[in-house]
Structure formats: C-alpha cells, structure tokens
C-alpha cells in the first residue's frame, strides 16, 4: 500500500490515545501492512520501522521508491532493450504490473520496465496485473 496523505502519523499502538513515533510527509509512499487491529494498521517502512495509521490514511495504489544507484527504466523487459530513464535512489513511482523479476512501472510520466531488485514496493517474485 501507499499513504494517502502529506502528513501521516505513526503511533506506537493501534489507537489515538498511543503517542506519536514519528510523522511521514510524503504522500505515495510506498509501506507494507504487517497487522491489522479495528481500524488501525501497523505498517513497516522501507527502513524496516514499525508503527500504528489509521486505515483511512492509507491507499491500495500500488507505489515504488528506487534504491540502491541510478536505477535503468526499459522500454523493454529485457536489459538490452533501449533505455529511457534513469531514476535516482528515493525517486517515487507507480507500479503498474510485475512478472516475478521485472516490473512495469511510471515514473514521471515515462512508463518502463525495471528490475523488482532495484527498487522497494513488492515482494521477491511477486506477480501483479
């Protein structure tokens, strides 16, 4: 999932009465639910942080942050296809559809081909239509 909002805080338990750990300020934000209680979510962030959000400030919109170097985007899957984009580490995107090792993606209005490797959103050899 993706968070919905610019300003997102994560508490340590499931419920408004639970402190506030930290705030994300970044709408898009690509995080995985690893619990759910009521209307509450705890989420795992890319750096493996733990927290409680609401489910409202939470989207099914599939997101994607590059890691690692410059990552190449394909036309193609398929690594001796021409390139298109370059993305930077911490670049966000959208995930549009993966086949276990490569992943159809948008970053930026450009719409491409990257290696699930390369970037955090998706589980190892996840398949999505």
């Not at 705890?42 to 939470?58: F, M, N, P, Y």
Request: aromatic share 10%; hydrophobic share 35%; charged share 25%.
């Amino acid at each position: 999932v993706s968070l919905s909002s610019n300003e997102v805080n994560v508490r340590v338990g499931p419920g408004k009465r639970y402190p506030i750990s930290w705030v994300f300020t970044r709408s898009g934000w690509p995080v995985e639910i690893i619990a759910e209680y009521e209307l509450w979510r705890q989420i795992r962030d890319i750096e493996g942080a733990t927290g409680w959000v609401h489910k409202s400030l939470l989207s099914g919109r599939r997101t994607i942050l590059i890691t690692g170097e410059r990552r190449p985007i394909y036309e193609d899957a398929d690594t001796g296809s021409v390139v298109i984009l370059m993305a930077e580490p911490g670049v966000q995107g959208k995930l549009l559809e993966c086949d276990g090792p490569w992943c159809a993606v948008e970053i930026a209005g450009n719409k491409g081909w990257l290696k699930a490797s390369h970037f955090y959103g998706v589980y190892e050899n996840e398949k999505i239509r």
